[in-house]
């Protein structure tokens, strides 16, 4: 997980709730209809739309695995679920979008947390600077509520992510290595951290970017 940056709120979203009584949009389960009256969905992927604008806020990553995403293969997702927070169902800083989240029996994410809320991640703030990574591709925190999050609400130590995790550091070890033999400075590691903290031309993050910088930080530290 890392801070989300959101943008502009979606101008679907925006008018949606122009039309709905406030009454209406604190009781009733009004998101879905949203869903079906302006047809979102990966067909119209013009600016404005909602599920376009998360994936561009997000750099085309899931929320919480920072796994690859795209229109389709993704869910919207109620941070405050919906179910219990009716005020907030088409509030713009309470929707995000994740992945479809893993298979019966090994569910993450969005899919994961179900109904349940999350005790200690805010993805609006720095939640990166409260995790760890381990070289094993694992996800830790020193924070027990965050801790619980991170394994019993998300899942995000499931044997996959580990193992995409444990294969994206192994990638940046053998393009470091690749890119320079001998001695690394500072500034030479800053040029392939700054990278990662920005968005590449078709306005992606890359996989994993979370941990990708928490690396290449710590190296930067020890020199
Ligand atoms: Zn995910």
Known sequence: MIKINKGIEPKT???YRAS???KDREGKSIYENFEHKTQ???NSKEVGNLR???LEDQGYVCCYCLS???CYKSKIEHF???SKHRNLQI???NLFISCSGGFNGNFRCDTKKGDDELSSVDLLTNIENHISYKKTGDIISNEQFLEEDINKILNLNSPILIELRKQTYSDLIVLMKRQKSGTWTKSSIQKILNKYKQKNKKGQYAEHYGMLIYFLQKKISKL
């Open 13 to 15: 979203l925006t008018k």
């Open 20 to 22: 709905i009584s406030l």
């Open 40 to 42: 979102e969905g990966c």
């Open 52 to 54: 376009f604008q998360l």
């Open 68 to 70: 690859r995403i795209g």
């Open 80 to 82: 405050k679920p919906q």
């Open 91 to 93: 509030n713009y800083k």
